[in-house]
Structure formats: structure tokens, C-alpha cells
């Protein structure tokens, strides 16, 4: 449970990073950023497996790629749900948002969240 807030809180910050450089990603605050970021973990525990599923030739033949379209499509799909508290200016703008995020979600779990997790273990 407490790795699910962990994430839930990583992938805020992600989504308030994103949204503070492009003018294009929009979030109105941190309890929208909140929000969205529950929406997005929800998205990704149930529709994301059934997208990767239907969309498996694809993802073959893209070498994977094609998974980057799925988290920017969920991503927008997030942000169809929020309303005005979230918008995102096209299907490019949630392409790149859906790069950076996932860069911004790995580099801060590798690098944050894993060394308190071994600090915490150790103490």
C-alpha cells in the first residue's frame, strides 16, 4: 500500500514538472495533479493490459514503441475525464508528456524512491 501512495506521489510530481515546462499540458493544481495521477494508476492497472493486448502486432512489429502511444493515450484519456482542471493541446503534446513522464516516473523511483526503500531496510 505505502509503494502505491510512493508511485501515486511520483507520478504527481511528474505531471506538475511536465505541465510547469510546456505551455500545451496544463494542470490547474496539485490536487487536480493528484487527481489525475490516481485516474492515470487506475487506467494503467485496467485498461492499459487489455490496450497492450488488442494492440500486440503492433507492439511486436513497433518493437515496442507502439506502448508509447498507449500511455499517451491513457494520459489523454485522463485528461478528456478531468475537464478543465487538465488539458492537454493535441495528441503530440500527450506523445511527448507520455515520454517525459515515464522518464521522470523511472529516473525518480531509481534514483529516490529505491535508495530511501534500502536506507529504511537497513535501518
Known amino acids: 500500500m505505502m509503494s502505491w501512495f510512493a508511485s501515486l506521489l511520483i507520478n504527481t510530481v511528474a505531471l506538475m514538472v ?7 499540458f496544463h494542470i490547474e493544481n496539485i490536487s487536480a495533479a493528484l487527481l489525475a495521477s490516481v485516474l492515470l494508476s487506475l487506467f494503467n492497472v485496467f485498461l492499459k493490459p487489455i490496450l497492450i493486448l488488442l494492440t ?8 515496442g514503441l507502439f506502448l508509447i502511444v498507449i ?16 488539458n492537454i493541446d493535441g495528441f503530440g503534446m500527450a506523445l511527448l508528456a507520455a ?7 523511472m529516473f ?15 535501518n
Open 99 to 105: 515520454v517525459i513522464i515515464s522518464l521522470l516516473n
Open 71 to 86: 500511455n499517451a493515450a491513457l494520459l489523454s484519456l485522463t485528461a478528456e475525464l478531468m475537464g478543465s482542471s487538465f
Open 56 to 63: 500486440l502486432p503492433v507492439t511486436i512489429f513497433s518493437l
Open 18 to 24: 511536465v505541465a510547469g515546462y510546456f505551455d500545451a
Open 108 to 122: 525518480l523511483t531509481n534514483f529516490v524512491l529505491e535508495p530511501l526503500r534500502k536506507k529504511r531496510k537497513r
